[in-house]
């Protein structure tokens, strides 16, 4: 191979490593008010294959068409789910391979009509394709969705959860408001698969809604803003219950913040278990931007029950 030649090749590899590193996948969000879309359709016309749509809101009334490989993910914002519906026709349409269709609240446009009919309507959801993940929603039963290949209704992986104030590690399907089976060792997962049609189970189901059941990185992250003056204490309250064995704890940089917390405030010091709220005061000594992150756990489980993040801006 001659110098020149030697030359292009590297520039060849070169080039290819460059298109490669800058094929990363993209999160859009979607919400009311505040998010890059207002519509779900909207942003998967707008993302690439490979990128996630990140859901947050009470309802979306629209017809889905998802002809791409992406996540579609619902967020528990407000202790409920985005929920799906649609004028008529079919709420949701699966036409690609390999998509993660997860998080939802699904109502059926024709639910009332169909109530008696145990035949097929398709008013729900139509998938059209195969290898797709579709776990952690609430649908009201099976009747509302055909699939014409053979699908996941269930988490690829094990998940950490915790049910019924008890720790747990499963594969989770969704939640089916007609399910009749049993969940004997009380994990919150049905013992028997939910039988969608001749090719496709949950094998999976949930024994209630998917919201029942605290799992890190469904719920909306709540975030505040701070304007802090330098050298001039704030405090942050959070509402907490410690006869519940559940505790705020916060993580900070030293570099711009000193602090420490109060005592508990109780809300009703002489009832017996109520609740009240920690205090944590912290007081700037370097001007910029930071940030605290506050997690409500009890110490001897790794699932946390709520996480908040509160952004600092110091000035002088």
């Known amino acids: 191979m001659t110098y020149s030649e030697k030359i292009l090749v ?10 490669f590193m800058g094929a990363s996948s993209a999160e859009l969000t979607v919400c009311p008010d505040g998010c890059s879309y207002k519509s779900i359709q909207t942003a998967i016309d707008a993302a690439k294959a490979g ?57 059926s446009p024709q639910s009332k009509a169909f109530a008696n009919i145990k035949a097929k309507d398709c008013s729900i959801l139509i998938v059209n394709s195969k290898r797709n993940s579709i776990y952690l929603n609430d649908f009201a039963d099976s009747n509302g969705i055909c699939s014409n290949g053979s699908n996941s209704w269930n988490s690829s992986q094990t998940i950490n959860y915790q049910y019924n104030s008890k720790i747990f590690s499963s594969r989770m399907g969704n939640y089916w408001s007609d399910y009749a089976g049993s969940d004997n060792d009380g994990n919150g ?14 094998y999976n189901p949930l024994m209630v809604p998917s919201e029942s059941y605290v799992i890190k990185g469904e719920k909306q992250e709540v975030k505040n803003m701070i304007q802090a003056k330098l050298n001039q204490p704030f405090d942050i309250s959070l509402d907490s219950n410690p006869t519940t064995g559940y505790r705020w704890t916060v993580d900070f940089d030293t570099h711009f913040l000193s602090g420490n ?25 370097h001007t910029g931007k930071t940030k605290v992150s506050a997690v409500y756990k009890r110490p001897w489980e790794n699932i946390a029950a709520d996480e908040r993040t509160f952004s600092i801006v110091i000035s002088e």
């Not at 060849?12 to 490593?17: E, G, L, P, Y």
């Not at 997962?189 to 949950?202: E, R």
């Not at 917390?261 to 205090?279: A, D, F, H, N, T």
């Open 51 to 107: 990128d996630s749509v990140l859901v947050y809101g009470p309802t979306y009334k629209e017809n889905l068409e998802v002809n791409k490989t992406l996540t579609i993910h619902g967020l528990i914002a407000d202790g409920t789910r985005p929920v799906l519906t649609a004028g008529n026709d079919t709420v949701a349409i699966l036409s690609a391979e390999g998509i993660t269709f997860r998080g939802f609240s699904f109502v």
């Open 261 to 285: 917390e109060k005592p508990y405030l109780p809300s009703e010091p002489r009832l017996i278990g109520s609740g009240g709220q920690q205090v944590f005061t912290f007081k700037p000594i």
């Open 10 to 19: 590297l520039r060849m590899i070169f080039a290819f490593f460059v298109v």
């Open 189 to 202: 997962i049905g013992d028997q698969p939910k039988v969608i049609d001749a090719n496709n189970d949950d």
